[in-house]
């Protein structure tokens, strides 16, 4: 009939803030997937929480702001904790490789270029939730730093990242 059921009850059209929203980070998160396939064990670590993170920010999305109070923290709600610890990661791993100073050009590793891909993902699944969170969400922030992490993890996975400016031979 056009509308899909919510986590703990009721309906909204497919084509609502809602499902766009949660269909989107469902995207992201089988990039995700994708990349931790090719990944090596420390990463693949950091990808399958971010993964299982994703299942929780789902879960909030589906809900009927309504049914807010049925929500669990950090299992159907996501916390600050969990924007914390992704601030955290970005810095931990921030001192492990010098940052470029120019924009890049996507793609020196697989990894990296299905990181950039998750990046541009976890952007358009953040703007995707502004209509769809409620008031106090940390799903909106969460998506913020997860961008800029899968943006720092891409770079660390490049080594040395192509830059956008070349130098002409002439």
Not at 30 to 49: S, T
Not at 66 to 87: A, D, N, Q
Not at 94 to 122: H, I, K, M, N, Y
């Amino acid at each position: 009939d056009g509308t899909t059921g919510l986590l703990y009850g009721g309906r909204v059209p497919k084509d609502s803030a809602q499902p766009s929203a949660y269909g989107t980070v469902d995207e992201l998160q089988a990039v995700l997937g994708v990349a931790r396939a090719d990944a090596d064990a420390e990463l693949g670590e950091i990808l399958v929480h971010l993964e299982r993170d994703l299942w929780v920010l789902m879960g909030e999305l589906a809900t009927d702001p309504s049914r807010r109070e049925r929500l669990t923290p950090g299992t159907t709600l996501v916390t600050e904790v969990m924007v914390e610890r992704l601030e955290r990661l970005i810095d931990e791993i921030s001192e492990r490789f010098e940052a470029p100073t120019e924009f890049v050009v996507p793609g020196q590793t697989r990894v990296s270029a299905l990181l950039d891909v998750g990046r541009t993902l976890a952007r358009t699944a953040e703007l995707d939730s502004l209509a769809a969170s409620f008031a106090g969400s940390a799903v909106v922030p969460y998506l913020n730093r997860l961008s800029d992490l899968l943006c720092t993890l891409a770079r660390w996975q490049e080594g040395a990242s192509l830059i956008t400016k070349t130098v002409d031979p002439a």
